[in-house]
């Protein structure tokens, strides 16, 4: 009958350490925004993707994203689980325009699916986005107490 006490002693031991610690998801994330300009301006309606960069042969963790505002500015969220922020740590960065994002020419990626243009539906003007918006060959660095100036000056 000693057994019992201290098999439920121990029971209630752990059961304190687990409610302690709870049941975080493990990840190292830190709430990341900034502001992307283009030649100046505001660069309203892009998608912001992220992807931490692996180390020493580990999985670095999900990625993340966010979408400008008319005023450039985003926020990145983690990918899965869905939650503000970013994994701590070195990241690649991609930039693209949205679907319905008007350019400077005043056309949006959505009128590219049809036009009645002879030469074969070429838009007058293409987007000029540098090779290094979507090349992987920008980079962010999150640090563990996050950052509000994760900007671009593209």
Not at 57 to 76: C, H, K, V
Not at 112 to 117: F, K, L, P, Q, T
Request: net charge negative; with cysteine; hydrophobic share 35%.
């Amino acid at each position: 009958m000693t057994q019992c006490p201290r098999t439920a002693a121990c029971a209630l031991s752990l059961l304190a350490c687990v409610s302690v610690l709870g049941c975080g998801d493990g990840l190292n994330t830190a709430e990341v925004s900034g502001r992307i300009t283009f030649q100046g301006q505001p660069l309203a309606g892009a998608a912001v993707a992220t992807q931490p960069i692996a180390t020493e042969g580990r999985n670095p963790g999900p990625g993340s994203f966010g979408e400008t505002d008319a005023e450039g500015r985003y926020q990145l969220e983690l990918v899965k689980p869905a939650k503000p922020g970013a994994m701590v740590g070195e990241h690649r960065v991609l930039i693209t325009p949205l679907a319905d994002a008007p350019d400077n020419d005043g056309y949006s990626a959505a009128e590219d699916a049809w036009s009645d243009d002879p030469r074969g539906n070429v838009r007058p003007q293409q987007r000029r986005w540098p090779k290094s918006f979507q090349d992987g060959s920008l980079r962010l660095t999150v640090p563990a107490k996050g950052r509000t100036d994760a900007d671009f000056d593209l």
